[in-house]
């Protein structure tokens, strides 16, 4: 079936036997175009099936109510909740949204930025993929001068407004109610360290065994275990030890603590009996594991409003001063019944 011609200005103008540009005007609201022309150029354009070309139009404004957001991976819940969290505010004030997914991959990300400069987006919301290297395609933003707002996975040197959780005290947290529990050797999954939050992680790991006098031990600290399967391989290595650990803290995601209660399952372990077992970011699915399993929330609706609120309050603000801000947001660890040893009841931490 062949595709209809799309109406333009230029077809009503035709019709009505007008010039161009005063067709443009009357569908532009412009005042020097009188009220039965505006009317009849109106009704000729509803009669055409006219539809208004909105980049067209926004590029000779010089502005395009379109903010793009670009996510390692839509698929996951934490991602797909901080863009629901920016829709839920951009949409009531009249914006759309282009989503791009870099699939975790650095040189995709560099084209989604481009994709997105070339449509000229008036901002730009970015959490890197994990082999983000190089920030030259972030800088190519700012020169166009479009506004950055990093998320979550950031380059902690660029100055640009950034929205973060505090992963360290998320934790400290995390492997403080461990040792509460009675865990002594506790394993930490960690993800790519050239990642912010990742290496924030491991630091609040690090902190809580110093605080509490336990011994970091290298053997119970897998690096780049931040899959389901990269997950599930390093808990088969950290069991097989001699002394293997008896909690795994799996500060990537909830899908490495998915394969740690995996492979625990098919070793016939109890947990949290014999082994506690910890996730981050909250999955829809660590509610209904058996058992279900112990996470960090990090509040990535919230995040999404207030990235979006970011934009609108402190970026197109009329008395902005451009300073780029920081915004940090508590997570909350949702303690489950698979690191809870001593304690038969669900609990959960402020």
């Given at each position: 079936?062949?595709?209809?011609?799309?109406?333009t200005?230029?077809?009503?103008a035709?019709k009505?036997?007008?010039?161009?540009?005063?067709?443009?005007?009357?569908?532009?609201?412009?005042?020097?175009?009188?009220?039965?022309?505006?009317?009849?150029i109106?009704?000729?354009?509803?009669?055409?099936?006219?539809?208004?070309?909105?980049?067209?139009?926004?590029?000779?404004?010089g502005?395009?109510?379109?903010?793009?957001?670009?996510?390692?991976?839509?698929?996951?819940?934490?991602?797909?909740?901080?863009?629901?969290?920016?829709?839920?505010?951009?949409?009531?004030?009249?914006?759309?949204?282009?989503?791009?997914?870099?699939?975790e991959?650095?040189?995709?990300?560099v084209?989604?930025?481009?994709?997105?400069?070339?449509?000229?987006?008036?901002?730009?919301?970015?959490?890197?993929?994990?082999?983000?290297?190089?920030?030259?395609h972030?800088?190519?933003i700012?020169?166009?001068g479009?506004?950055?707002?990093?998320?979550?996975?950031?380059?902690?040197?660029l100055?640009t407004f950034?929205?973060?959780?505090?992963?360290?005290?998320?934790?400290?947290?995390?492997?403080?109610?461990?040792?509460?529990?009675?865990?002594?050797?506790i394993?930490?999954?960690?993800?790519?360290?050239?990642?912010?939050?990742?290496?924030?992680?491991?630091?609040?790991?690090?902190?809580a065994?110093?605080?509490?006098?336990?011994?970091?031990?290298?053997?119970?600290?897998?690096?780049?275990?931040?899959?389901?399967?990269?997950g599930?391989?390093?808990?088969?290595?950290?069991?097989?030890?001699?002394?293997?650990?008896?909690?795994?803290?799996?500060?990537?995601?909830?899908?490495?603590?998915?394969?740690?209660?995996?492979?625990?399952?098919?070793?016939g372990?109890?947990?949290?009996?014999e082994?506690?077992?910890?996730?981050?970011?909250?999955?829809?699915?660590t509610?209904?594991?058996?058992?279900s399993?112990?996470?960090?929330d990090?509040?990535?609706?919230?995040?999404?409003?207030?990235?979006?609120?970011?934009y609108?309050?402190?970026?197109?603000?009329?008395?902005?001063?451009?300073?780029p801000?920081?915004?940090?947001?508590?997570?909350?660890?949702?303690?489950?019944s698979?690191?809870?040893?001593?304690?038969?009841?669900?609990?959960?931490?402020?």
């Amino acid at each position: 079936m062949k595709n209809q011609k799309r109406t333009t200005i230029y077809d009503i103008a035709k019709k009505l036997n007008l010039n161009a540009s005063s067709v443009s005007r009357a569908l532009s609201n412009n005042s020097n175009v009188s009220e039965a022309t505006r009317k009849l150029i109106l009704d000729t354009a509803k009669e055409l099936n006219y539809k208004q070309n909105s980049l067209a139009s926004n590029l000779r404004k010089g502005h395009n109510q379109t903010i793009g957001v670009i996510v390692p991976r839509i698929n996951q819940n934490y991602f797909a909740d901080v863009i629901a969290g920016i829709e839920e505010v951009t949409y009531q004030k009249g914006y759309n949204l282009v989503i791009c997914q870099s699939n975790e991959s650095s040189s995709r990300e560099v084209k989604c930025v481009d994709t997105l400069i070339n449509q000229h987006v008036s901002c730009i919301v970015i959490s890197l993929s994990a082999d983000f290297e190089d920030d030259k395609h972030l800088q190519t933003i700012r020169e166009h001068g479009i506004p950055l707002i990093q998320f979550d996975r950031v380059a902690e040197h660029l100055d640009t407004f950034k929205v973060l959780n505090d992963n360290e005290q998320a934790s400290i947290d995390a492997v403080t109610h461990l040792i509460e529990q009675g865990y002594k050797r506790i394993a930490l999954l960690e993800g790519p360290q050239n990642l912010n939050i990742f290496r924030q992680r491991k630091a609040g790991y690090l902190a809580a065994l110093e605080k509490h006098n336990f011994p970091i031990l290298p053997e119970l600290i897998k690096e780049n275990a931040w899959t389901k399967e990269l997950g599930a391989a390093s808990t088969k290595e950290l069991l097989s030890l001699p002394e293997p650990p008896d909690a795994i803290f799996a500060s990537t995601s909830d899908f490495s603590a998915l394969g740690v209660l995996e492979v625990a399952t098919k070793m016939g372990l109890k947990v949290p009996e014999e082994l506690g077992i910890c996730g981050y970011s909250n999955e829809a699915f660590t509610e209904i594991t058996s058992p279900s399993i112990t996470t960090i929330d990090q509040y990535s609706v919230s995040m999404g409003k207030t990235i979006a609120n970011l934009y609108f309050q402190e970026i197109e603000s009329s008395d902005k001063d451009n300073t780029p801000k920081i915004v940090s947001i508590k997570p909350k660890l949702i303690i489950r019944s698979s690191t809870l040893k001593n304690n038969p009841e669900d609990l959960t931490t402020d």
